[in-house]
């Protein structure tokens, strides 16, 4: 009894083994979109001009206003009459007291396009919010995608460090059973031993890559960076393919661009409702003592109802270099919005090269793999045999390793060129998995 006990208690202060988390490529996108601050704040941003646009249409339905005031008045006026032969009469006009409450409602008829023109100019900067929000979410989702196939190299490289390894062990272990057996001299003992030391710090290395290769994928995504993944996609192999150049339309950069151009195309038109009057209908109602009948101390009210015409002039110009700045401003944006389309071409035709060269270096790393893993099949069986030395069976599994890395590189080289190929032209397959 006395033994469960202990075993007991040392299982409580033991730490919890937390499973490590399977995670495929989609999975790992949502949770990154879950978890952006970035893409949090476009989202706000992209929110609050929505509700611009709601707030500039409220512009055309009518204005209601209320005002009530009650003040004394220390000194107020008389008017005196005084007839031959009477008494002068003298009467106040208003009282010390007065309270005063006025409504209003107001309705624009005519603005020469100035609430129109706030609408669209609302509804170009909400095509831009949204545009910028979607920029966001693609830049996040290939950061991710980059973040997830650098820890599956790292896995993979890991994965070789300890294939390494195992090698090393059996070229030192064949050493020694050879140096027992006189078919080897101490050379070949101390080559072997070495190649084994190098090849567990090798995977020590290769570890310590692969877990800050993990927190960084930690980071993006969110989680406790206690926390470990497993990847459970596997990446699928290159193949040749015909690449497109031509950047899609709907990439949010061209959409961006293009918004930006129409805000200022709005914000010139809204320049020549300067020249016209507002033309607005009036009503409204007031109650209060004295009011209008200044003469008496009663509460009285009436009502008003009537237009109202506004039409304001600078005789400086200042309404025509309005427009000129922005007439300019459109241009410029304009300008901008051509070299964005050619940046964007740019860099959608230098993806597709990358994307090619990755291919290439792909097919060669397998070439180079496969003859790698002959020329290790055939020297350990040499070195078994006594006419291969350990040194260069050393060196021949050194080359196994370095293309066994290689490949593995060479594949994730492709898939993370291909995310940028992706990006370069407004892909919808960035969103999607492996």
Partial sequence: MTMRYVIAICLLFLPAVTPARDLTLTQALDLAEAHSFALKKSQAASDAAKSGVDAAKADRLPTFSASASANYISY???????????????????????????????????????????????????????????????????????????????????????????????????????????????????????????????????????????????????????????????????????????????????????????????????????YFPTLAAIGGYSYGMPNLDRFNNTWNDYFTIGASLTWTFNLGGKVGMNRQTARYNMQAASYDRDQTAENLGREARLAVEQLKLANQRYASALEEYKIASDNYRLASAQHRDGTLTSNRLVTIEADLTSAQASLSSALVDFHIAQSAYYYAIGSPNLRKGN
């Fill in 76 to 274: 107020v006026p008389s008017l005196t009459i005084a007839l031959p032969g009477l008494p002068p009469i003298s009467r106040s006009v208003g009282t010390h007291d007065n309270y005063q409450t006025d409504l209003r409602l107001s309705l624009p008829l005519y603005t020469g396009g100035k609430i129109s023109g706030g609408i669209a100019l609302a509804d170009a900067n909400r095509e831009l919010s949204d545009a910028l929000l979607s920029a966001s979410r693609d830049q996040l989702d290939y950061l991710t995608r980059v973040e997830y196939f650098t820890l599956y190299r790292s896995d993979r490289q890991l994965e070789v460090a300890k294939a390494s390894l195992t090698r090393a062990e059996t070229i030192n272990k064949d050493a020694n059973s050879l140096y027992a057996a006189g078919a080897a001299d101490s050379v070949s003992l101390l080559d072997a031993s070495l190649a084994l030391t190098r090849a567990t710090f090798a995977v020590k290395q290769a570890e310590t890559a692969r877990r800050a290769s993990e927190l960084r994928l930690l980071t993006y995504l969110g989680l406790e960076p206690t926390e470990t993944v497993n990847l459970t996609d596997s990446l699928s192999l290159p193949s040749e393919d015909s690449w497109s150049t031509t950047v899609d339309s709907t990439k949010p950069e061209l959409k961006a661009a293009a918004a930006a151009l129409e805000i200022t195309r709005r914000r010139y038109n809204l320049t020549r409702s300067d």
